[in-house]
C-alpha cells in the first residue's frame, strides 16, 4: 500500500527533478534523499513529532478534522513510505533521464501538451525505472523497522508488520518456529517480487 | 509565408539578436555550427522562451513581449524535423505516423495518412516497429510524421546532416516533395550550402547569434564560394539518359551533356566551375566530349577570379577563370564563347 500510495508522488517528484529548473533544488533534492541517510529511528521519531497530537500537522491539521494516525496501520504505511521515497524517485529519475529530451520536444511540436506528453511519451519510456523504483521501495518496505516501531508501535494484528513480528517472536523463548515460518513467508514474498520484477523487465525488452 | 522575427535572447554565454523579415516558402537558414540556428528555430517552434521582441508568422504574433502573446508549442502548428529521427520508440510506425494527426484540430486535417503514405512510399512499413527500421526508413517516417500534423509550415533541423551521402540523397526528393504536394511551407536548417542550394530558395546568414544578410541561395553560393578555397560548383538535375558508347546522354536546355558511366534516370550532378574551359572560336579539334555554344550573360569578382555566368540554349552554367584571362581573352558581358567540359568532369551526387 505504501509503494502504491508513494507511486504518484514519487513520479510527480522525480519529474520536477528531472525535467524543471528552478532555485531551491538543492533543498528538494536533500529532503527528498534525507530518509536514505538518516537512521529509520530518526525518522520515526520526527514523524512521531509531526503527526503526534501535540505536532505541527497533528495539532493543526490532523486534530480538526478528527484523523488519528499515530499507532495505526496508517501510521505503518506512512513509515514506510517516508523511509523507501527517495529509493523510488532516484530509480524513476534514473528512467526519465535516459529520455531523450528531443523525443519531448517532437511530442510537443506535433500538438501534444504537457500532461499528454507525460502520459504518452514520458510514462511508457520511464516505465523500468517506475517499476524498479516500485519493487525497490516494497522490498525496503518489507525490512522497515525502526521507523515503523515508533510511530505505529508493535500491536498485533493492527501495526505488527512481519520484521516487527519475527522481532517479538525472537525475543520470546518459544517463537523460534513462528519467526521462522515468517522467515520464509519474508524470503517467498521477496522471490515472488523479484521473479515478478525479471519476467517484466524482460518481456519490455522483446516489446522494444 | 512571412515571417518577422525580432527577438533577444540570451543563452548562458551565447547572445542571440536578431531581427529580420523574410518572405518566402522555402527559406533556408544558413551558418556554422554555433552560431545560433537552432536556438532560432526553437525560438519559432516555441521551445525556448525569448526575453523580449516578436515573432509573428504571416502577420499572427506567436510571441510577443509587449503585447504579453506567447502561443504554446503544442498550438503553434509548427512542425519539426530533427537531425535525427526522434520516433517514439514504444508505438509502432503508424501510431508515429498518426500521432500529431490525432492532436490536430479535425479542421484542419487536410492532409490524411492515405496520401501521405503514397508520397513517401512507406505503405508497407505501417505495422512495423520503429527499432526495425533502416535509417533512411525511419527518417521517411518522421518527414511523415510531422507533415501529418497538418502544420502551417515545417522546420527542418539540419534533418539530412546525420545520414551519409547516398541516403541524404535518397531522402531529399522524399522531403521536396511532401512539402511540394501538400504546400507547407519550410524553413531548411544547414550548414551545407550544397543541400541550400537544393532545398531553398531565400536564405538568412546567420553567424554568431546575428543575421549576417539575406539573399537567394545562388547568391549565397557566390559569396561563400568567392571567399573560400573551394571554387564554385554548379548543380546539374539531369533526367532520362540516352546511353551513348559507354556514356550516359542528358538533354540539357537545347544542348546535350555526355557523361561517362551509366547515369541513373533522375540524377544530381557537380560540375566545378574550373573543369569548364572556355573559348573565344571554336576550337577545331579537342579531346573534351562536351563543347557548348554560349553567350557571357553576367560577370562577378570572386577573389582574385572571376566567375563567368554562360547562358546555353535557356540554361545557365558558371565558369571561373583568372582575371587576367579576361582581359586577354576580352570577355565580357554578352559576347559568344565556346565552354568545353571533359566527360569525366561530372560527379555524380548520392
Not at chain 1, 508501535?153 to 520470546?172: D, K, R, W
Not at chain 2, 572560336?281 to 563567368?308: D, Q, T, W, Y
Request: with cysteine; charged share 20%.
Amino acid at each position: 500500500m505504501a509503494t502504491l500510495l508513494s507511486l504518484p508522488f514519487g513520479f510527480a517528484v522525480a519529474y520536477i527533478m528531472t525535467y524543471k529548473k528552478f532555485r531551491g533544488m538543492v533543498v528538494l533534492d536533500v529532503l527528498v534523499n534525507l530518509p536514505l541517510t538518516l537512521p529509520p529511528v530518526v525518522v520515526g521519531y520526527l514523524l512521531l513529532l509531526l503527526l503526534g497530537q501535540n505536532g505541527l500537522i497533528g495539532k493543526w491539521v490532523l486534530q480538526p478534522l478528527g484523523i488519528r494516525l499515530i499507532f495505526s496501520w496508517k501510521a505503518a504505511v506512512i513509515a514506510t513510505s517516508v523511509v523507501g521515497f527517495p529509493l523510488m524517485v532516484r530509480s524513476i529519475r534514473t528512467g526519465m533521464e535516459t529520455i531523450d529530451k528531443q523525443l519531448i520536444q517532437a511530442s510537443r511540436t506535433l500538438g501534444a501538451g504537457w500532461l499528454d506528453t507525460i502520459i504518452t511519451v514520458i510514462m511508457p519510456l520511464s516505465f523500468r525505472g517506475v517499476l524498479a523504483g516500485s519493487i525497490l521501495m516494497f522490498a525496503r518496505g518489507l525490512g522497515e523497522f525502526g521507523a515503523t516501531i515508533i510511530v505505529a508501535g508493535n500491536i498485533p494484528g493492527v501495526t505488527q508488520t512481519i520484521p516487527l513480528a519475527i522481532y517479538e517472536y525472537v525475543s520470546s523463548p518459544s517463537g523460534d518456529v513462528m519467526a521462522m515460518s515468517l522467515c520464509l513467508v519474508s524470503i517467498t514474498i521477496s522471490v515472488i517480487v523479484l521473479v515478478f520484477h525479471e519476467w517484466l523487465g524482460r518481456r519490455m525488452v522483446r516489446v522494444d | 509565408m512571412e515571417l518577422n522575427f525580432a527577438v533577444q535572447k540570451k543563452l548562458d554565454k551565447f547572445f542571440l539578436d536578431m531581427d529580420f523579415v523574410i518572405k518566402g516558402d522555402r527559406i533556408g537558414i544558413f551558418g556554422p555550427s554555433g552560431c545560433g540556428k537552432s536556438t532560432l528555430v526553437g525560438l519559432i517552434a516555441g521551445l525556448h522562451h525569448p526575453d523580449r521582441g516578436h515573432i509573428l508568422i504571416n502577420g499572427q504574433a506567436v510571441f510577443d513581449s509587449t503585447e504579453k502573446v506567447n502561443i504554446p508549442v503544442e498550438h503553434r502548428r509548427i512542425g519539426m524535423v530533427f537531425q535525427r529521427p526522434h520516433l517514439f520508440p514504444h508505438l509502432s510506425v503508424k501510431a508515429n505516423l498518426l500521432y500529431g494527426y490525432k492532436r490536430c484540430a479535425p479542421g484542419e486535417r487536410k492532409i490524411t495518412l492515405e496520401n501521405l503514405l503514397d508520397v513517401l512510399q512507406i505503405g508497407d512499413l505501417l505495422h512495423r516497429g520503429v527499432n526495425n527500421l533502416s535509417g533512411g526508413e525511419k527518417q521517411r517516417v518522421a518527414i511523415g510524421r510531422a507533415v501529418l500534423s497538418n502544420p502551417r509550415m515545417l522546420i527542418l533541423d539540419e534533418p539530412l546532416s546525420a545520414l551519409d551521402d547516398s541516403l541524404k540523397f535518397q531522402i531529399i526528393p522524399f522531403l521536396k516533395k511532401s512539402c511540394e504536394v501538400f504546400s507547407i511551407p519550410y524553413l531548411f536548417i544547414s550548414h551545407s550550402l550544397t543541400e541550400m542550394r537544393i532545398m531553398t530558395e531565400r536564405v538568412l546568414n546567420v553567424v554568431d547569434g546575428r543575421v549576417s544578410g539575406q539573399m537567394t541561395a545562388e547568391e549565397l553560393a557566390r559569396e561563400v564560394m568567392g571567399k573560400g578555397p573551394t571554387p564554385y560548383v554548379n548543380l546539374l538535375h539531369l533526367n532520362r539518359p540516352r546511353r551513348r558508347d559507354g556514356m550516359s546522354a542528358y538533354r540539357w536546355g537545347d544542348s546535350e551533356f555526355l557523361i561517362s558511366g551509366d547515369g541513373r534516370d533522375e540524377a544530381l550532378y557537380e560540375l566545378s566551375s574550373t573543369d569548364i574551359i572556355l573559348f573565344k572560336r571554336h576550337p577545331e579539334a579537342i579531346s573534351a566530349r562536351n563543347l557548348l555554344k554560349c553567350h557571357v550573360s553576367e560577370m562577378f569578382e570572386m577573389g582574385n577570379r572571376v566567375g563567368v555566368v554562360l547562358m546555353c540554349g535557356g540554361e545557365k552554367l558558371v565558369a571561373v577563370i583568372m582575371k587576367e584571362t579576361v582581359n586577354d581573352m576580352d570577355i565580357k558581358e554578352g559576347v559568344e564563347v565556346y565552354a568545353a567540359i571533359k566527360a569525366t568532369a561530372f560527379r555524380e551526387l548520392g
